[in-house]
């Protein structure tokens, strides 16, 4: 089931009170909503499926792989070792992306409760863990620690999206460090959130 929750106003408000930037975006989109989402198998898919695409494409394309299986009801790690290979191409699934997925089934098979110890971990500790999975680098690892596992301090660096939102924002590029995002920890996964939404809304610059 889906942990549903609500950003606190709380939070919202600090990273307010110390950014006036950020405090222009929570006037132009409001108090967003932060859903917990259910970490599993199928997810983790799906993750690999929209790296590098659009919400829209990769929507389309996991729709087709769901399809080609026969349904949700046979979205398992069995079915996708055993899936041929010119069934995931006609589902729109590159050659480099059918390996990590099914290296991620075979994974699964030896270790049904993969993903079980990753709640317990520091933030660091489970970016590393996923890493270790084929085809998990920075921004798969970051997308799942932040939206499956909760973790509000995770900003993913590698989302091209979020460095193009703070570079009309601020007027600058991001560094390696994230250094000039340490006013808003421990809230920086907030912060992605708006700039995902505010990119989403095509608004302008708000201060």
């Known amino acids: 089931m889906r942990d549903s929750k609500t950003i606190s106003e709380r939070e919202i408000e600090y990273l307010m009170s110390r950014d006036k930037i950020f405090r222009g975006l929570v006037d132009q989109l409001g108090y967003i909503e932060y859903e917990k989402r259910d970490l599993d198998f199928r997810s983790l898919v799906k993750i690999i499926v929209g790296q590098q695409l659009s919400g829209k ?111 009309l924002l601020y007027g600058d590029y991001l560094s390696h460090s994230m250094i000039e995002l340490d006013w808003a920890r421990p809230y920086r996964g907030l912060l992605a959130m708006y700039f995902w939404k505010w990119m989403d809304s095509g608004v302008e610059k708000s201060a």
């Open 57 to 167: 494409a990769a929507g389309s394309i996991y729709g087709r792989l769901v399809n080609s299986l026969g349904g949700w009801d046979y979205f398992y790690p069995d079915a996708l070792v055993n899936i041929c290979p010119s069934t995931l191409r006609q589902a729109g699934i590159s050659k480099s992306k059918m390996k990590f997925i099914k290296d991620l089934a075979y994974a699964y098979q030896e270790t049904p409760d993969l993903t079980t110890n990753w709640e317990s971990m520091t933030d660091e500790e489970a970016l590393e863990e996923i890493q270790k999975l084929n085809g998990f680098g920075p921004w798969s690892s970051s997308i799942v620690t932040l939206f499956y596992l909760g973790r509000k301090d995770i900003f993913p660096k590698a989302d091209t999206t979020l460095n193009k939102a703070y570079y």
